[in-house]
């Protein structure tokens, strides 16, 4: 089994419109919804191709609702999401048919407790043994500490079971220092990170990994 963490779950909403202008009205021509959340996104793909698939993280309120109800349809694919008493983020990308482009729009997603982080955390313990790798992917939401995926990852690190992370920022500073087995930012990330966007020259900053402990 493979298990994907998604702190900061979507329902993702994608609207198509002819021209997109700013100041007006638009009359949408197609609309799409699906699970979302960067962790959720990885599962499904997993899913597809038919390794077995665990899903953890936190959904809450009507949102959260459909987007297990949706889940819950595809094979391969377990739901172990705990619940929450916040409501699971929208994100809105608008496809502008004129120009192939796409403006994407990201709530910043329910505020967490720290009883439902500190229950978050004992159900990925549960989930740990037996788990072939961990994906810890996606933004946190307000209330879950900045150092939440270095405290996954050094779970992970203990248990023997090999881990990735895809997040940014500080999240994503600390949680290398944790010493994941593989790090995904974008040209973006790494540049924020480090400096550069060259992958080579990045992998040599030694200040990013401080001693394990």
């Given at each position: 089994?493979?298990?994907?963490?998604?702190?900061?779950?979507?329902?993702?909403?994608?609207?198509?419109?002819?021209?997109?202008?700013?100041?007006?009205?638009?009359?949408?021509?197609?609309?799409?919804?699906?699970?979302?959340?960067?962790?959720?996104?990885?599962?499904?793909?997993?899913?597809?191709?038919?390794?077995?698939?665990?899903?953890?993280?936190?959904?809450?309120g009507p949102?959260?609702?459909?987007?297990?109800?949706?889940?819950?349809?595809?094979?391969?694919?377990?739901?172990?999401?705990?619940?929450?008493?916040?409501?699971?983020?929208?994100?809105?990308?608008?496809?502008?048919?004129?120009?192939?482009?796409?403006?994407?729009?990201?709530?910043?997603?329910?505020?967490?407790?720290?009883?439902?982080?500190?229950?978050?955390?004992?159900?990925?313990?549960?989930?740990?043994?037996?788990?072939?790798?961990?994906?810890?992917?996606?933004?946190?939401?307000?209330?879950?500490?900045?150092?939440?995926?270095?405290h996954l990852?050094?779970e992970a690190?203990?248990?023997?079971?090999?881990?990735?992370?895809?997040?940014?920022?500080?999240?994503?500073?600390?949680?290398?220092?944790?010493?994941?087995?593989?790090?995904?930012?974008?040209?973006?990330?790494?540049?924020?990170?480090?400096?550069?966007?060259?992958?080579?020259?990045?992998?040599?900053?030694?200040?990013?990994?401080?001693?394990?402990?």
């Amino acid at each position: 089994m493979i298990l994907t963490v998604t702190l900061n779950t979507a329902v993702d909403l994608t609207y198509h419109v002819p021209t997109l202008r700013r100041h007006t009205t638009h009359r949408v021509t197609e609309t799409q919804d699906r699970p979302g959340g960067k962790g959720v996104n990885v599962a499904r793909v997993l899913a597809q191709l038919g390794y077995p698939t665990t899903v953890t993280g936190f959904a809450g309120g009507p949102t959260g609702a459909w987007l297990r109800e949706a889940l819950s349809g595809e094979p391969h694919l377990r739901d172990a999401l705990v619940p929450i008493g916040g409501t699971t983020r929208r994100t809105v990308a608008v496809v502008d048919a004129a120009g192939g482009n796409t403006t994407q729009f990201n709530e910043p997603g329910p505020t967490v407790t720290a009883a439902e982080w500190e229950a978050l955390k004992k159900a990925y313990a549960s989930l740990l043994p037996g788990a072939e790798a961990v994906a810890l992917c996606g933004s946190l939401p307000p209330g879950v500490p900045v150092g939440a995926y270095a405290h996954l990852i050094r779970e992970a690190r203990a248990a023997g079971v090999p881990v990735l992370l895809d997040t940014s920022g500080e999240p994503l500073r600390r949680g290398i220092a944790a010493r994941p087995d593989l790090v995904k930012p974008n040209a973006a990330e790494l540049a924020d990170l480090t400096g550069t966007r060259d992958p080579r020259h990045a992998a040599r900053d030694r200040s990013l990994v401080e001693p394990a402990g």
